[in-house]
């Protein structure tokens, strides 16, 4: 890894990230799965918006160089609150000068638009676990609802 920093609170912060993240998309998957009637139908919502999740993570295209009118589905996006945490609890309060003259930490704040605070890492957890229990009440739920078998 480049500049990581090896203590324990950014090992556990880069682990639970990591580990509601993948658990997020996993329960999307779930619910998916649980709302539609059949498994291509499935395969063409998650194909759907796994590839515009990505595309609004904010890695390939920083949130704040989104355009104001697609910029709420970088906000709705797991996958962009688990790099937000991962970029800034891993990154954000790093002081090492880069070649252009700022450091890591001033990098994060102006490319990304991710600010190393406490309480926006609390933020990005409740947002991590929220999307989790999200899902999954969504995938009980159309368990326990929804019915396709034909009669």
Known sequence: MIGYEWTSTKFFHCLFYQFFTVLSLIYYGMMVIGISPNLQVSFVISGALYTTWNRFTGFVIPQKRIAIWWRWFAWISPISWGFNGLATSLYGDVKNKLDSGETV????????????????????CLALIGSC???????????????FQKR
């Open 105 to 124: 930490a001033e990098f994060i704040k102006d490319y990304f638009g991710f600010r190393h605070d406490l309480f926006l890492l609390w933020v990005v």
């Open 133 to 147: 229990v999200f899902f999954v009440s969504l995938f009980v739920a159309s368990l326990k609802i929804l019915n």
